[in-house]
């Protein structure tokens, strides 16, 4: 593409300028096409189909005219070097930079949450160790007339124990075994809610990658046309309007780039931070949007989430602990028995007195009704956050599922019809052109077209691939929350 750029300089005489504006038109359609494969990629074979027929080439069988040659000369290099036809599989592609496997490979080891949550399995467990011990004995000495009238005195020693009624340290042992489940479960979904947020960060950091690159190309474009029409005013044959509106596009084009960048900078920065190593210099990363899984059934994909639903599984869980420490605060009511067995010994006397005692509490003030109205409470509000939980899902899962076929239909329409309409719009406005029936704006403007509707097509691909992440996640994702 350089060697032709370099082929005539500017400015010569009339009969090399208009040959130079015909070169640089040429070059303005290879830049498009050029930009558009970022990578080689396989594609599949229907798509190759309707690739093919929808960009047929430029006959080259046209009529002589005056320097039509260099014309036909140009067009065998274009077409034997890299004018090739662009592929979805290669736009939505990136070769380089950090694979998600080697990112979630230093996640789980930088990334806090999950050993937070290792530790509150460590801190339920011992909890739960804790409540299935049984009550120490108490061991008490007594002594009494020590030294009166120089006298030994008595001496005694007593063993006490609470004895423990209706199952309480089972049912104790019962209620915090919920507990630990449920730090094993959050522990297993803060595993589902990383791996997601790393995914997501991963796509979107291609997505970043991607449209920035597509920026720079708008932008080097912009810039061409500035240049040229710049050359042609030198020459008579541009208007100091065409230059303005020329550099006009090409402040947006800069603008619009440099806001991409910071794009691709915050998701790098974002991606870092669910990495765990916010320090870690920016490098690129690889993987495909690329999605040809079809839109889903709504009924196959709700049934599953009622099925399977890490949130749903975990209030259910601590509803069935409510139930139990209901049961546990009943169990309140009967009294525990502390038992006592004491030895008195007089030694002047040389007598032993053995002692043995039981105490029972009576439940006539404390019934510990309290206590058990409440547990009932939380049993019934637990239930109800299950039906919560069961409509927050229902909720998030519609806009989700909704975001997704829709991406799934833009997708279609576009690789089918609208990229390929655009760029065979672009290529006969360059046609046009080459026979002067069109001018620099017209071209210039089938290329914003063509740009921006691979930009909607990137981001479509986004939109499909983030969907399908958060419902095959459960919807789980925020691991720094």
């Known amino acids: 593409m350089d060697k032709t750029k370099s082929a005539k300089p500017y400015g010569i005489d009339c009969r090399f300028s208009r040959i130079l504006r015909i070169k640089i038109s040429l070059i303005l359609i290879l830049a498009v096409f050029g930009t558009v494969s970022v990578t080689a990629q396989s594609v599949p074979a229907s798509l190759e189909t309707v690739q093919t027929a929808q960009f047929p080439s430029i006959p080259r069988q046209v009529s002589r005219a005056p320097g039509q040659k260099y014309i036909e000369e140009i067009w065998h290099e274009l077409e034997t070097a890299t004018f090739a036809t662009p592929t979805f599989e290669e736009l939505g592609t990136l070769h380089e930079g950090y694979s998600l496997e080697e990112l979630w490979e230093i996640a789980q080891t930088s990334n806090p949450s999950l050993r937070q949550k290792a530790n509150f399995i460590t801190a339920a467990s011992g909890k739960h ?133 910071n794009n691709r900078l915050a998701a790098w920065r974002r991606l870092v931070s669910i990495l765990g190593t916010p320090d870690l210099p920016y490098q690129p990363v690889r993987g495909s949007l690329i999605d040809r899984s079809p839109p889903r059934n709504w009924e196959t994909t709700w049934a599953q989430f009622l099925q399977t639903s890490p949130q749903l599984v975990l209030v259910r869980l601590k509803t069935a ?38 105490s029972v509490p009576l439940k006539i003030y404390d019934n510990n009704r309290g206590n058990i109205i409440k547990a009932r409470a939380e049993v019934a509000a637990s239930q109800r956050e299950v039906e919560r939980m069961t409509l927050s899902l229902h909720r998030q899962l519609a806009t989700i599922f909704s975001d997704h076929n829709n991406a799934c239909e833009l997708i279609h329409v576009y690789e089918t019809s609208i990229i390929p309409d655009s760029f065979e719009v672009l290529r006969q406005t360059g046609e046009k052109y080459f026979k002067e029936e069109s001018i620099y704006l017209e071209l210039y403007t089938q290329r914003r077209v063509a740009v921006n509707n691979l930009v909607r097509y990137i981001n479509a691909l986004k939109t499909k691939s983030i969907t399908a992440i958060l419902m095959d996640g459960m919807l789980l994702e925020g691991s720094l929350n």
């Open 129 to 261: 160790f804790q409540e299935g011990l049984y009550p120490n004995p108490i061991v008490t000495y007594s002594g009494d007339s020590l030294g009166v009238r120089g006298e030994i005195g008595k001496h005694g020693l007593s063993i006490s124990q609470e004895i423990v009624t209706a199952k309480k340290k089972k049912l104790n042992r019962a209620v915090t075994s919920y507990s630990v489940e449920a730090a094993r479960k959050e522990y297993a979904m803060e595993c589902v809610k990383l791996w997601n947020d790393l995914r997501i960060a991963h796509n979107e950091m291609l997505h970043a990658i991607l449209i920035h690159k597509v920026d720079e190309f708008a932008q080097n474009l912009s810039r061409d046309l500035l240049q040229v029409a710049l050359a042609l005013q030198k020459e008579g044959k541009s208007q100091q309007l065409d230059v303005l509106q020329f550099r006009t596009m090409l402040c947006n084009a800069d603008l619009i780039c440099k806001q991409a960048e």
């Open 321 to 358: 602990q409510a139930r139990m420490y209901l049961e546990r605060e009943k169990a309140e009511q009967t009294s525990n028995i502390f038992a006592t067995f004491s030895l008195a010994r007089d030694i002047p006397a040389e007598t032993t007195v053995p002692f043995v005692g039981i």
